[in-house]
């Protein structure tokens, strides 16, 4: 037989009341209810707990010994219980999400303002990282929730549909959207695959560089030998870079963005609310998508 909580907090309220029916009172139980849940935990324990004498119940030396090692389980369980409210009532707990770096630059500063409003005690842990990444972060439980734009995952990841967002020209500004005499600028190479069986763009943009990532991307075309696409709401950094962002034309290009959450895993509370709000408040320019989950 296993010890059970019933049976430390009967012991508890005997101990504490010295007496059965003072405990018994207390505990809303009868008296022989008290008894044999005292009972069956000395005999789990193969001590007695309690001398009785007639007029109540004394401590024995064992008893009086184990008393404050079921008190602290009792603390501890306690504690448990108030986290786990805590957490169902988001009045604690932490966030930790995986998201794109122009999307922690320009879209998650307004969501945060609300995720924070409503749930000031929930502490957030942001990993601002490539979109190449986000599924990797997912799978090596870096991060509880992310969002980034499709990738292909292994089974230990679930993507769900968030977003469709508009895919932009970006030029440096003033100059037009010709592509001649201008380098392409690659940060993924999915998204390359993306834009040339849309556009054909290798072929009108000459040779191509490559880097990690879309904000080194934006910063070099400003200076005005580079072109590259990126998403609708990375136009917030149009201003800083010296940067123009324009339609492609027929056929149009967009992309789908997912919430990236690890398969067979409980999503928390957070988590769960800031999904909610993530669906309900897309970027500049993208439409939402159904999420099932």
Known sequence: MKITLRQIR?????????????????????????????????????????????????????????????????????????????????????????????????????????????????????????????????????????????????????????????????????????QEGRQWIHYSDEFRVLLEQAHQLHEAAGSAIRVRSLIPALAMIGRGRYVTAAPSYAAGFAEQFDIAFHDFPDPAVTQEFMIYLRRDHAVSPAARAFQEIAVSAPPIGATRLVVTR
């Open 10 to 178: 009967a012991f508890a309220a005997v101990a504490e009341t010295q007496g059965f029916t003072t405990a018994a009172e207390r505990l809303n139980l009868t008296q022989s209810a008290v008894s044999m849940l005292v009972r069956q935990l000395e005999e789990i324990l193969g001590l007695e707990l309690f001398i009785r004498t007639g007029r109540g119940v004394m401590l024995t030396e064992f008893g009086d010994q184990a008393r404050p090692v079921f008190a602290r389980v009792m603390a501890d369980l306690e504690g448990v219980q108030d986290a786990a409210q805590g957490l169902r009532a988001l009045s604690r707990g932490t966030l930790r999400l995986a998201l794109t770096q122009v999307l922690a630059a320009t879209w998650l500063p307004g969501v945060l303002d609300r995720f924070s409003h409503d749930h000031p005690g929930v502490a957030l842990e942001i990993a601002d990282i490539t979109g190449d990444r986000i599924v990797q972060a997912i799978a090596r439980d870096e991060a509880e929730i992310g969002i980034g734009p499709a990738r292909s995952h292994g089974p230990d990841v679930v993507s769900l549909p968030l977003w469709r967002v508009p895919i932009r020209l970006v030029t440096p500004r003033g100059q037009g959207t010709g």
